[in-house]
């Protein structure tokens, strides 16, 4: 029913900066928040930043508030994650998610919250 697949991730030197996306498809995209989370090696999945359905609203997890900025184009129903002054904590597999349901346009930090989700894409940043 809903597809998603993220790219963008790779290699990059701490400071650098990387931009993930993540194109949906199956669904009409407009009509759902979307979140990026992410499971850096041993850790269980975190909160990286949410969008709601219109672009209007956005949060973040503290540690990357003025570094990553999220960001929704709904006519190519794609969902991005800009990433600038990258850090060595910052390596993790990214994922993307979608909200489902009558409430899915609204955005949410908790990943219970979502019922679609992308493959993953690996962001390594060395020291």
């Known amino acids: 029913q809903v597809q998603l697949v993220e790219s963008g991730g790779g290699l990059v030197q701490a400071g650098g900066s990387l931009r993930l996306s993540c194109a949906a498809s199956?669904?009409?995209?407009?009509?759902?928040?979307m979140g990026w989370f992410r499971q850096a090696p041993g850790k269980e999945r975190t909160f990286v930043a949410t969008i709601n359905w219109s672009g209007s609203n956005t949060d973040y997890t503290d540690s990357v508030k003025g570094r990553f900025t999220i960001s929704r184009d709904n006519v190519k129903n794609t969902a991005y994650l800009q990433m600038n002054s990258l850090k060595p904590e910052d390596t993790a597999v990214y994922y993307c998610?979608?909200?489902?349901?009558?409430?899915?346009?609204?955005?949410?930090?908790?990943?219970?919250?979502?019922?679609?989700w992308g493959q993953g894409t690996q962001v390594t940043v060395s020291s």
């Open positions: 998610a979608a909200r489902g349901g009558i409430l899915g346009s609204q955005s949410s930090s908790v990943d219970r919250a979502y019922d679609y």
């Open positions: 199956g669904r009409t995209f407009s009509d759902a928040a």
